[in-house]
Each structure stands twice: as C-alpha cells, then as structure tokens.
C-alpha cells in the first residue's frame, strides 16, 4: 500500500505541473487523498499492535527460557539423587517385610502458633532421614513441609513462593527462614527463671526429667547447678526416699538414680492397690435380666456425662470402624502410631458393678468480660477434651453478647463418635474482651445449651496460649510465648473493652519500656486483685475476739473525704459493707501536703493476732552487693499493701466503722501489724531469682543495679515483666530509670560509693536542741540510721545517751550534752563518702583501744592507690572489759572488728590485713602459752584469713582517734582509791555554813517511801536506818513519821491488851513451830481475793500468799508444802483457827502423817493465833499506805510487803527475821549496789 501511494503521488505531481490541469479534476483528487489518508492511519495502527505482540513474544520467551533452566536444575538435581542411589546400590530384590520398616506418620499441621516450630521440624527430620527415598530433594521436601503449613504459617509460606519461588531455597534454608519468622526464642533469664521454679509436682520422674532437660540445654549452668537443681525439683515424697541413699555427684547419676526409685515406688504402689482390691473385694458379679431400653436423654444442660465436645464430627460407619480394626488403625483418628479401641457390643448376658474413681477436681478460671464500662466476673471450665470455645445460649442473652449464625450448623459428639444430646450449633458470638488476671484476648464462643459454668475454654483455646498449668494447685502458673508477646502486653484498645485512650503518658515512659506500660496503669492497680497463697492472715489468738473500736467525730471537711473513701472503695471493690462483731475506728490525719489521710484503728485487733515473724531485709547487705555497679532504676509500688488480698474468710476482722456505715476491707490495709512481714514475703517470692544479682526489694520499693547499659535495660525489663505477670503496678511519678545517682532508702547511691541523703540533713541544720526525753530519743534515733558514716559515733552521743537512763528528776541538758549535739549536727554535714566494699579487691582493717573503748577502721584502696573507708565502728568498753590488760584489749578490738565485718571478710578471696599499734600482737598466732580468754577468741580467728601487721600509734591515727573519742574529757593524775567507788556515798566539805547544815534535817523520804521502808513506827523506822546510815540528830529527825500524811490515814493507835496474857511456849529453832490464818474480803487484784498469812513464831518472819478464794483442806496442806516444806522442812506444830480447812479430816489425817500436831484456837477468841492477828494488821496497813489510790494493785506489793516485815527488826529478838534465820542482814539501799549500764533492771532493782 504505501508503493502505490507513493506512485499515485507522483504521478500527481506530473498532472499538476501540465497545462490541461482543470478544477474537477482538483475536486477528484483531493478526494482521492483524503482516501488515501485513512488508509495511512489504519496502517499505522496495524503497527503499533504488531509492535506490541512482538514484545509479549519476547516476553514468553524470556519466561520460557527460566522454566528450562529451572527443568535442567532439577534434572540435575534427579541425576544427582539418582546417582546416589546408584552407588549406595539402593535397589531391594525382594520387598521388606512392613513390620521390619519403621513407621513415621506425617506431623500433625502447624499453624505457626504455640512454640511447636522446634517440634515440628524434629519430625519433619525423622521422616526425611528414614523415607529418603519418598523425599529425595530439597524441593520435594520443601514442597511436603508447606503442606502441613495452616494458618498463618501457610499465609507466610505462599507470600514466600510468591515472591522467590520454592526452587530459591534449599531445604535448609527454608528452614532457617521458617524459624526466624515463628520461633520467638526465651531470654537467658526467662529460661532460667522456668528451670529454676521447675517442680515434679504430681507428674512422674520421667516426666519431670523430660521437662528439666528441655530447659536445661537452653542455659550455661553447670554440672553442679542443674543437678542441685533437679533434686530441689523432686517431690517431698522422693527426696524421703533419697534422703537414706548416696547421691550421686553428676545430672546423669542423679536423673538415673531419681527413676529407679520413682520406678520402684511405683511399682509398690501398684502392689499395695491391687492387694487392697483384693481384700476388699470391690467387684462383684451377678448375673442381670436384660436391661430395658434407655429412657429418653434430657435436655442437654441437664445432663450429667461431663463429655468432652467434638464440633463437626459424624459417627463412623460399620465398613469404616471394621477397615480401621484391621489395619491397626487408631478408630478415633485413624492414626497408625497409637490405638483406640473400638467396642465391639455389649454384653446382655451380665453386667459388673465397678467401684468408681473419686471425682477429680476440675480446672476452673475467674474470667472477666469486659463490655464497654462493665466487668462481668464469672466461671470458665477449661476442658482440653472440647473442639470448641463455648457459652451457655442463655448467659450470652442474659449479658447482651451480640451472636453471627454459622454457615454451616455444628453437630457435637463425645470424644468415641457417639452424638451427645445437643442441638446443633448454629451461632457464634462476636468477639468477646475477655481477661483472666492480667491476660487479655478477644475470642469468639460457639453458642450452645451447657451446664454450670457458662463458659468452656476447649483445645482451641489451650493450643492457642500454651499456658502452663499446675494440677496440684488447679492453676495458670504462666503463660506461652505468645502471650508473652500480644496478651501480656499494654496495647491500648486492643484488649481493653473500655476506653481506647490509656490512662499511661507513654512519652513519660522510657522507649526501651513503652511495650509494658500496662505495669504502670493506675487503672489495673485500682481493681481487685485476685486470691493468691499470699493472702493476708489474720490468725487470732485461741478464744480472743476483735474488741469494738471507737466512733470517732469527723470535721465537715474530713467527713465529705471520708464519703468519697468510702464511695471509691464500694466501687472498686476494695471494701464492702459490713455485719462483723468487730468494728475498729475510722478517722483521718493529715498529710505534709495538708491533704487528709484515712486512718483506721487496728491497735486492738493487733494485740490479738498471732505474729508474723517473716524478717524485712537488712538495708547494709542491699548496699554492700551495688559495687560494680554504674546504672541504677528505682520502682515504687502503686497502692502496694492493695496488691494484697485479705485471706478468705478473714475479711470481717477488718470491719470498721464511720459515722455513717459498717464496713470491711478485702484488700490488705495499712495498720495491720503483719501486713509488712507478708508483702515482704510475697515480693521476696516473686523476685526470688533476682534478688542479690540484680535487684533489692524493701517493701515497696525497687532497686535494680547494672554494670552496664545494655544489661541494664534487660535486667529492668526482666523486674517489670515479673510484676505485671503478678499484676503488681508500679507509680511511674515515683521511679526514675537509668540513673548515675539516686536516692534510696535514705541514702544516696552512685558508683563512686554511698553518702548520706543531703535532704534528709536539711533537718539537721535548724534542729532545735531538745527539751524532753521524747525528742531527744526522736534525735538519737534519726542519727543512728546513719552512725556508719560519723567516726567514733558511740563516744560522740555518750553524753546524750546518758540522758535516756531512768531518772527521777526533771529532764536538762548538761553542758556535755549540749557539745555532743553540736558536735553530731557538725559532723552529719562533713561526712565522707563511703566507698562501695569489692569483695575481689583485699580490705584493710585499722584498729586501736584506748582505756576506755575501741575503734576500727575498714578500708580498701580505690582506683587512685589511695585507701577510702567502707565503714567506722566504735565500742565503749564495760567497767570489767576496762580492767583487761593492754594486750587483751588490743585483742578485743580486733575481735570486736571483726565481729562487725565478718560479711566481708569471713570467707573472701583474698587475706585481709589488720593493722594494730601493739606490736606484741603480730605473734598472737604462733604463742604457745594464752590464757584462757586469749585462747577462746584465737578459736574465733581461726575462721578468718588475715595477716596482722604493726603500725605505730602516730600512723594509726584514723582508728586511734576513733577509740579516744571515749576517752574523758579529764584526766588525773591522782592514784586509783583503795576503797571501791560503792562504798563512798558523797564528799563532804565543811566550811562557815557547816552549823547551819548539821541543824538541816536529812531527807528521809528515800527511807520511808518505797515498799522495803514499810512506813514502821519511829522504833522499828529508827533501828532500820541505823544499820546504814549514822548522824548526830537521827532518832530526833525519824520522830518527822509522825507528821507523814498517808501514816495518820492509815495508821490506827494500837492501846494496850487488858488483862493477863499466857503466851504460847517459845518454840527452840525456826520454823519448828508456826501460825497460819486467812485474809479475806480484799478487792480483786490480778484474780486473787484472799491471803494466806504464814508466821514463825520463832524469828516472827512471814510467808504472804495470794489466793483466788479459800482453799480446800487438800490445797492449803498443797500450799504449806510448797511455801513452808520446801525452804524449812515439816514444822512440829502449826497453829490455826477452826476454819473448815483446819477441822477437815484430810488436814487432821495429813497432820498425822507427816508428824505434825495441830493446834486449833479457841472460838471466837483470836488472841490464841496473835501473831498471825499482829502480821495481818501489819499487812493490812502496809497496803492501805501504798495500794489506797489503786486498791486492785495489791497483789504486785505483796512480795515487799513480805521483805520488808523480814527486813526490820522485832521487838521480841532484838533482831531481823531474816538475820535470825540466815546470820546476815542482806543490803537494802540502792546506794550500796553498784552502778550498771542496763537501765531496765537497775529500775526493776530499786522499785
């Protein structure tokens, strides 16, 4: 076409060019043009798709040539395989015999969830290494592994061979991409925190083992470790039968030794069970009438079977159950590797009784469904034999629960095939917020009719979580990794069935954390934890009951604060109302802020609780494991004691009362006195494996410590994680993370070392001087919490101490005092900073004594080769230890020393050294001859490593100073007094008021007023101070009892008898004749009512004994036994009225037997027993003087009142009945026992 164009347009021109050239034939040509343009066009359209199939052509062709390279590598591949068959001459003559091939059944389909990815490829290997021949090539095996892929994996497997093809990858490497994309390997502390909480449990060894080894080849423990490790793991009743063997020293004896016995136990048991069947003889046979036809089954929530559930499963037909019995198959699943046995028919002819198997205890969860703002609390019974994930059809309607009809209906079987009595499931729910502690999911439930509970978490459910489940304790221990990753985790919205914003600022949390900002939710601390062992206990003392409190009147302001406490409580759920006999007060005290803090009354129920004795930690042993360590993060609790729940059933202990309600707590609330021993407990449980290596829990507050950055943020992931996991919940305000320098517990921690907290000291500055024995205490107490960092701290606060004695007089300052003060307050601000102890680096240890006490040193040289103290201490030594020679005291201070710092340096790696001043004490260890004390403290130095070494007292000047500090501030020069410092009572000084002074009259209060003075008459009073005491005017001074008050009102005048007395005869010893009588119709003192009044009528001494009420006969000869038989003998005669105890035949019969006459009183006439009269009017007086005011405290003043009737003397002997039948008047005032340092007994001493 484009020739002829080309020679029409020529021709053209030719024509137009000529003369004969005319308009029509213009008009017919350009016709003809135009024609001729349109064909053009056509033409060139035809181009363009010819242009275009040449490329798809190119294209095909390119494809076409890859599918032939692809065709010669498996060719080549083919050829390869087949040229190793070739020369392995793989090539039976005659076919094996099937029960000589092992059978490997394809693997169970993975969809990539559950952890399973290890064994998932494990069978896949054995199946390839023993059918070689079925899945010769990277391809086929390739090809076999993507379809057992479901799920997710077998989306992830198509974007794959999508992508690259599956002749990209050889076997392996598929492999190594499967894992990379599924497996999700445990950290190094999470495996170890599984194996080291591993428990046998109720499972058997071989179990138990197979577990331990599974985890063991995922850490670095040694031999030694993974053996201590899985005997710890045993059962009790194991490590029993261990306990009588030999252990072995490797894993591999013990796992072996740990199976036989478990094997042996076994099968004794097993013995033991078939031998009781037998004797008790559970099955009987008898022969039965063929039974009726089962009546018609009930509806299904009604029934009692408790099947597994099957959805989607028909029943097998006869020609299916009978192919499967004769293959061997299983005939539930048509498994080869294992059998299920199908039943034949039942027996018409008979039936057996069998004894059935106790009912086991099912696994039943508290779950949370979470709609919108509501919580709905329920049951769920997890069954790992349901196919499904079900809910009661009239539950789900109850709640609201939207449902979706299936496509297809679901029919549900028993776990055998046969059809359970359910109506096919048509429904679904849609998806349901569902927690369980702190797990959250969202999951659908199959809607059926089900018994109680409405929920059935099925296998499903089980393979998609993996949870870790205790049987013993019917519990979730832990959950699989992949809640570890999606259900654990605090992402907003995705869980939560509330508000989609979180109530966490995840830009105040630091990036490496922000993944677990649920640990830091005010709103999961602000509801109700869950039960758990650590539940506060309040266990009371046998027959005690809770007192009833005080209502206590509440100010507008703080009863509006305590409506809205109560309000918060009553919805959260922390306290409810209350009809408990027990009723504690309620009020508030007010906070620094100026905010009110509610306070309820426990000091009753406290008194009545049995102790806790659980230890808090020593704050000195958290500070000495932070050397080495350069990053630190502080945890703070929220609402700590809240974690807590209140034990079951103790909950109404708790009650209180406002002015407005009755209610009690069910979690565990400030003011109990064991709530800190048991959140210590708990937190020491759940940080178990942390605490010491990284991490210190005091309470609520969280220390953890790292050398470096990177093992920081693990180890403070590692915390959190374990406290979400045990939904505790920490208040992000309070922590700081990844710090140099931080405050804790009072102290500033940093690398360098540990200092005293400066805002702690701000105090210190303006602190006022004291002005009572409170604030002084209150004083004292706030600087001995840091005592370890001011040298010679003891001998400092000695004369502040001192104050802190028992005292009669009014509280002042001395001059010394108010130095020591100044002194403290001084050195609190210049302090040095105390460097972490390393236990590899040596330590150095200066000690010196001076007369009066000691001081050590304890250092280690820092990076600059220059010694830095770790810790001061200083000891004031006792007026016995002052007597020691010099050596010996030298001796006591490094003992002393070592005593302080034996966590450091008993057991180190290194020999320490000890300096001393007393060079004689370098040969302490090899000197043959020591006395005794020397040689019982060289037993002591026998457990520790160090050289003694000599420095002079000049370079010894740190400890020197120190053991000075309790030097006096004065020293004499004057010689030691021969006479002991107890026997002189004070210095007397005569000068030109000497007449006045001698016509003073001496106090005699201190003579007269306590119980031993007994307030006698002047006589007795006079004989009494005489013995101790002498001045010119005493007997003139001592008439002053006269004017005493509480004489004249106690006393009656005693006139003389009328008449002739014949006085008993004067008996030769004492205690050979003695007079006995009761004193009644006292009021009640500790339950006592009754005194018996035992006099001899020898030495006139006494035996006063409080009584409940009279006696029997039997008891009073019990009493004379115990009170008068046992520190004299049997008396000859005892004298005593005609009481019924003393005319009863069993005290005359007693009487007789022991050769003692009784000699019985006329009626009515006392004056025969006067002695015991005279001493019952004396007691009576004696009480009257110091028991008036408080007349139910009678009881406590009887023993003085006895001591002092034996204490003075007696007109008749001239003497004391105490030194008439022992030869010596013991000492009597206080002035003449020395001092002691022990306040408590010098007080109990002289009361």
């Known amino acids: ?79 390869s395989d087949y040229d190793d068959l070739a020369a392995a001459q793989i090539a039976p003559a005659e076919p094996v015999h099937p029960a000589l091939q092992p059978k490997i059944a394809l693997p169970d389909k993975w969809d990539g969830s559950g952890g399973r990815c290890d064994v998932f490829l494990t069978n896949l290997s054995l199946l390839f290494e023993f059918q070689p021949a079925r899945y010769p090539s990277d391809r086929s095996r390739i090809a076999l592994l993507i379809s057992l892929l479901t799920g997710q994996a077998a989306k992830w497997a198509a974007a794959v061979l999508k992508a690259d093809g599956i002749a990209a990858y050889s076997y392996p490497e598929f492999t190594t991409q499967l894992r990379a994309a599924f497996q999700h390997p445990e950290s190094e502390v999470e495996v170890d925190s599984r194996l080291y909480h591993l428990r046998q449990g109720e499972r058997s060894v071989s179990q138990y083992t197979t577990d331990f080894r599974t985890l063991a080849v995922q850490t670095q423990w040694s031999d030694a470790a993974l053996r201590t490790a899985f005997y710890e793991g045993l059962s009790t009743r194991l490590k029993d039968e261990l306990a009588v063997r030999e252990l072995p020293a490797t894993l591999e004896g013990m796992i072996q030794l740990a199976l036989r016995v478990d094997q042996r136990m076994g099968h004794t048991t097993k013995r033991s069970t078939l031998r009781h069947r037998h004797l008790d003889q559970p099955f009987t046979h008898a022969v039965a009438a063929p039974s009726p036809p089962p009546p018609a089954a009930p509806e299904a929530h009604s029934s009692g079977a408790g099947e597994p559930m099957q959805i989607g499963r028909t029943s097998l037909t006869a020609a299916e159950r009978a192919r499967r019995y004769r293959e061997g198959l299983c005939a539930y699943c048509a498994s080869p590797d294992h059998h299920h046995q199908v039943k034949r028919g039942r027996s018409s002819s008979g039936s057996a009784t069998i004894k059935s198997y106790p009912a086991v205890s099912r696994l039943l969860l508290q779950v949370l469904i979470l709609m919108g703002h509501q919580r709905i609390v329920t049951t769920a019974f997890v069954d790992s034999g349901a196919a499904g994930n079900f809910i009661d059809q009239a539950y789900a309607a109850q709640l609201g629960i939207e449902t ?144 009833r409190g005080h209502l206590y009147s509440l100010s507008a302001t703080e009863h509006q604060a305590m409506e809205e406490y109560v309000a918060e409580g009553l919805r959260a759920g922390t306290i409810r109302p209350s009809s408990s006999p027990a009723a504690a007060g309620f009020f508030f005290v007010k906070k620094k802020d100026g905010g009110l803090r509610p306070c309820v009354d426990y000091r009753g129920l406290n008194q009545l609780t049995i102790k806790n004795r659980h230890p808090l930690p020593l704050t000195n042993t958290a500070l000495d494991a932070l050397s080495g360590a350069h990053f630190f993060t502080k945890l703070d609790l929220r609402s700590a004691y809240n974690l807590v729940r209140i034990r079951e059933g103790d909950e109404w202990k708790t009650a209180f009362i406002t002015p407005t309600g009755h209610y009690e707590t069910l979690v565990m609330p400030f003011g109990l006195c064991n709530s800190p021993s048991v959140f210590q407990q708990f937190i020491n449980d759940v ?122 007089g009014e509280f002042q300052l001395t001059p010394e005092a108010i130095q020591a003060f100044k002194k403290l307050c001084l050195l609190f601000t210049t302090a040095p900073v105390l460097i972490h102890p390393n236990p590899t680096k040596p330590f150095v240890v200066e000690v010196d004594a001076s007369d009066v006490g000691v001081g050590a040193v304890l250092s280690q040289r820092g990076p600059d080769e220059k010694l830095h103290p770790c810790s001061f201490f200083s000891r004031k030594f006792n007026p016995t230890q002052q007597r020691y020679g010099v050596g010996d005291r030298e001796l006591l201070a490094i003992k002393w020393a070592l005593e302080e710092w034996r966590r450091w340096l008993q057991g180190g790696s290194n020999p320490f050294t000890v300096w001393t001043d007393h060079e004689n004490l370098t040969v302490i260890r090899q000197t043959k001859q020591l006395n005794p004390r020397q040689a019982r403290w060289a037993l002591f130095f026998e457990h520790f490593h160090f050289h003694l070494s000599y ?65 006698f008459h002047i006589g007795r009073t006079s004989s009494f101070i005489d013995r101790a005491f002498w001045w010119r005017t005493l007997r003139r001074d001592v008439q002053d009892v006269q004017a005493c008050n509480i004489c004249a009102r106690s006393k009656t005048a005693n006139s003389p008898s009328t008449g002739e007395l014949q006085p008993l005869p004067t008996p030769k010893r004492p205690w050979s004749h003695i007079s006995v009588d009761f004193f009644t119709g006292l009021p009640d003192s500790q339950g006592k009512n009754t005194i018996l009044t035992i006099v001899d009528r020898f030495s006139k001494a006494v035996h006063l ?143």
């Open 1105 to 1247: 004994v409080a009584l409940t009420g009279l006696p029997s006969a039997n008891t009073t000869a019990e009493l004379i036994l115990e009170h008068v038989v046992r520190l004299h003998g049997f008396p000859k005669d005892i004298v005593s009225d005609r009481g019924p105890q003393f005319t009863a035949k069993f005290w005359q019969a007693f009487c007789r037997l022991v050769g003692t006459t009784s000699s019985l009183s006329s009626g009515f006439h006392p004056q025969t027993n006067g002695q015991t009269e005279r001493a019952n009017q004396q007691l009576k007086r004696f009480l009257r003087c110091f028991a008036s005011e408080h007349q139910r405290s009678w009881a406590s003043y009887l023993i003085w009142a006895e001591l002092s009737n034996n204490l003075h003397t007696s007109t008749a002997t001239g003497l004391s009945p105490f030194e008439v039948c022992y030869g010596f008047q013991p000492p009597i005032f206080e002035h003449q026992e020395p001092e002691v340092e022990v306040p408590s007994a010098q007080q109990l001493v002289r009361r």
């Open 951 to 1015: 420095q002079p007292g000049l370079k010894n000047a740190k400890a020197d100073a120190i053991s000075r500090q309790h030097q006096r501030d004065t020293t004499s020069s004057e010689p030691a007094p021969v006479l002991p410092p107890h026997i002189i009572l004070a210095p007397l000084q005569w000068g030109v008021t000497v007449w006045k002074l001698l016509h003073l009259k001496p106090p005699l209060g201190d003579s007269l007023s306590p119980p031993v003075g007994a307030r």
């Open 404 to 547: 979706e009809v299936l496509s297809q209906p679901l029919k549900i079987t028993a776990i055998d095939g046969r059809p359970l009595n359910f109506s096919p499931v048509t429904q679904r729910t849609k998806e349901v917020h569902l927690q369980i502690d702190n797990h959250f999911e969202k999951i659908h439930f199959h809607v059926t009719k089900i018994t109680s509970p409405p929920i059935i978490l099925g296998h499903p459910w089980l393979v998609t979580h993996d949870p870790f489940i205790s049987w013993t304790t019917n519990r979730i221990v832990h959950w699989g990794a992949t809640c570890q990753e999606l259900c654990l985790q605090a992402k907003a919205g995705t869980c939560s069935g509330e508000s989609e914003v979180p109530d966490v600022n995840l830009e105040s949390i630091p990036v490496p954390y922000r993944d677990l900002a649920e640990v830091f939710s005010k709103r999961r601390a602000a509801l109700l934890p869950p039960h758990r062992p650590y539940d506060l206990a309040i266990d009371l003392v046998p027959g005690a009951v809770p007192p």
């Open 687 to 808: 940080l178990r494996d942390m605490l010491g290596r990284w991490c210190y829990a005091y309470l609520d507050d969280i220390l953890v410590y790292s050398k470096t950055l990177e093992e920081h943020t693990q180890h403070v992931r590692a915390v959190l994680r374990r406290l979400l996991a045990h939904q505790l919940y920490c208040k992000l305000e309070k922590c700081a993370f990844h710090q140099h320098t931080t405050t804790f517990l009072g102290f500033v921690i940093s690398s360098q070392g540990v200092a005293m907290d400066p805002q702690k000291l701000e105090a210190v500055h303006s602190w006022p001087l004291p002005t009572s024995l409170k604030q002084l205490q209150r004083f004292l107490g706030f600087a001995n919490f840091y005592r370890r960092f001011i040298q010679g701290f003891s001998a400092t606060a000695a004369p502040l101490t001192a104050l802190t004695k028992p005292s009669r």
């Open 1 to 79: 076409g484009l020739v002829s164009a080309k020679h029409f347009l020529s021709s053209l021109r030719d024509r137009m060019s000529g003369p004969e050239m005319v308009p029509a034939d213009l008009e017919h040509l350009w016709g003809v043009i135009q024609q001729q343009s349109g064909e053009i066009m056509s033409l060139r359209q035809e181009l363009v798709g010819l242009r275009a199939e040449v490329n798809e052509l190119r294209t095909e062709t390119a494809s076409l040539r890859t599918e032939c390279g692809v065709l010669q590598s498996d060719l080549t591949a083919l050829q």
